[in-house]
């Protein structure tokens, strides 16, 4: 079992849509990072939590330390929003451990 | 402003010929770190630095090496390089940042792309 599953593996919404993405960890952690991967590129940092939640502009992450879980939302999708998300965490070795993303398309 | 810069952003190398990658950054970060990502799978450590202090990953091959040669830079070597080794390659630092509360900061690198004719 992977130390960091996100689901689900795949969303194909249309544009406007409120789009969820979930992560669940079994380790502990000092944060948890949601990055996006545009198709070839480079990684992005969109959010880093170890509580609570965070806004940017549409995108909203929430964390869960008792469960062992976060989300990361996104309102009012639009099509440039298409990527790869991807959850990460930061164990207590300071290692970074990532799941494996989640592949999102939205449709005009 | 940049924070973590990777070089090339793209390389082109020969099977077989070495090959190097370069990260820097500004933020004096203790832990700099390199992943390996390959199409459509989650990014793999190959190994990273806490301070001079390297760790290496026991599945990362013997033909990636890295030098740390001071705060600011890492490079990774790839001796000779097979045509599995094409990938993107991550460079991530983590650390303290300077401001008076020292909060925990991690910032990634745009990454390499690494083609291997």
């Known amino acids: 079992k992977n130390e960091v599953e996100q689901s689900p593996q795949n969303l194909t919404a249309q544009e406007g849509e409120f789009i969820t993405i979930n992560c669940s960890y079994s380790?502990?952690?000092?944060?948890l990072h949601w990055l996006q991967q545009h198709p070839g590129g480079g990684i992005v940092s969109l959010f880093m939590l170890s509580s609570g939640k965070k806004k940017h502009g549409r995108l909203i992450a929430t964390i869960n330390i008792q469960e062992k879980h976060s989300s990361l939302h996104i309102t009012a999708s639009h099509p440039r929003d298409s990527a790869v998300y991807i959850c990460?965490?930061?164990?207590?070795?300071?290692?970074?451990?990532f799941g494996k993303g989640t592949r999102l398309h939205i449709l005009p | 402003d940049a924070m973590v810069i990777q070089n090339p952003r793209y390389q082109v190398t020969q099977f077989g010929k070495p090959v190097t990658l370069s990260c820097s950054q500004t933020l004096n970060h203790n832990v700099m770190y390199w992943y390996q990502q390959k199409s459509s799978q989650a990014p793999k450590l190959l190994f990273h630095y806490y301070d001079k202090d390297f760790n290496n990953e026991a599945d990362t091959p013997d033909n990636f090496q890295s030098r740390r040669p001071n705060t600011s830079f890492c490079f990774l070597d790839i001796r000779s390089p097979g045509l599995g080794d094409a990938a993107m390659y991550l460079c991530a630092t983590s650390g303290r940042s300077s401001g008076r509360e020292g909060t925990y900061e991690q910032y990634f690198g745009p990454g390499t792309r690494l083609t291997v004719t």
């Open positions: 380790v502990g952690i000092s944060a």
């Open positions: 990460a965490v930061t164990n207590r070795d300071d290692k970074i451990i």
